[in-house]
């Protein structure tokens, strides 16, 4: 699958020639954020649920520290919940648009491990 061409025209997004609208969602997944009340798997059925609601990105929410449990370490199973999760969004045309603005951006005064 070839990357779409993507510019801007004003206020319009044009994807491939066409005028594109983005619908988006914030969403948590787990494998990539701590399990919380809301979580949702990384799978087909979430994705094709998301798709299903005209959905074409999504903000998924990544906890670095689930990525680097400690420093200098890494967490195999994080790096491949993400490339799961690229996957089956590429497979239904949705964009991610990743947020990880948390965590190691401060330090453990904050409660965070930078």
Known sequence: MS???VSISGRNFIVNG????FRGTN???IGLHHQESGCQAINAATFNELQSW???IIRPWFNLEMASPSFGSWNQQ???NVALMGD??????IYVQ???C???NIGPIFGGTG
Do not use: G, T, W
């Open 3 to 5: 990357l779409p061409q």
């Open 18 to 21: 066409q005028p594109f609208m």
């Open 27 to 29: 969403i948590q997944l």
């Open 78 to 80: 994080f790096f491949n």
């Open 102 to 104: 948390h965590q190691y």
């Open 88 to 93: 089956l969004a590429e497979a239904r045309n």
């Open 54 to 56: 005209k959905v074409n």
């Open 98 to 100: 990743p947020s990880m």
